[in-house]
């Protein structure tokens, strides 16, 4: 089992920055990669961003490439999303998750964090 805990979320104003965290734990070495997700009142829940543990390679959705840049700290077993010029529509719960199978990077997580809610006022 992996248990994540998110935090970093919050309300900022159109054009602002905001740093989420993904803290890993329990059986994190069997994780492949680590995502981002999110989801908006009345949608559903879509890809953000992927970063492989072993190696570092990135993915990102294209509604935030250039303005989103996921990282990961192995040694504190932690995952950042930093988001710059953030937009009213960037306005979700951030669902940190984990996968084990290094297939299909946007898809097939196998565990998730409680989420955090981050608000863009414009």
């Known amino acids: 089992q992996v248990q994540l805990v998110e935090s970093g979320g919050g309300l900022v104003q159109t054009g602002g920055s905001l740093r989420l965290s993904c803290a890993a734990s329990?059986?994190?070495?069997?994780?492949?990669?680590m995502g981002w997700f999110r989801q908006a009142p009345g949608k559903e829940r879509e890809f953000v961003a992927a970063i492989r543990w072993s190696g570092g390679s990135t993915d990102y959705a294209d509604s935030v490439k250039g303005r989103f840049t996921i990282s990961r700290d192995n040694a504190k077993n932690t995952v950042y999303l930093q988001m710059n010029s953030l937009k009213p529509e960037d306005t979700a719960v951030y669902y940190c998750?984990?996968?084990?199978?290094?297939?299909?990077?946007?898809?097939?997580?196998?565990?998730w964090g409680q989420g955090t809610q981050v608000t863009v006022s414009s």
């Open positions: 998750a984990a996968k084990d199978r290094p297939l299909l990077v946007r898809s097939g997580y196998d565990y």
């Open positions: 329990g059986r994190t070495f069997r994780s492949a990669y």
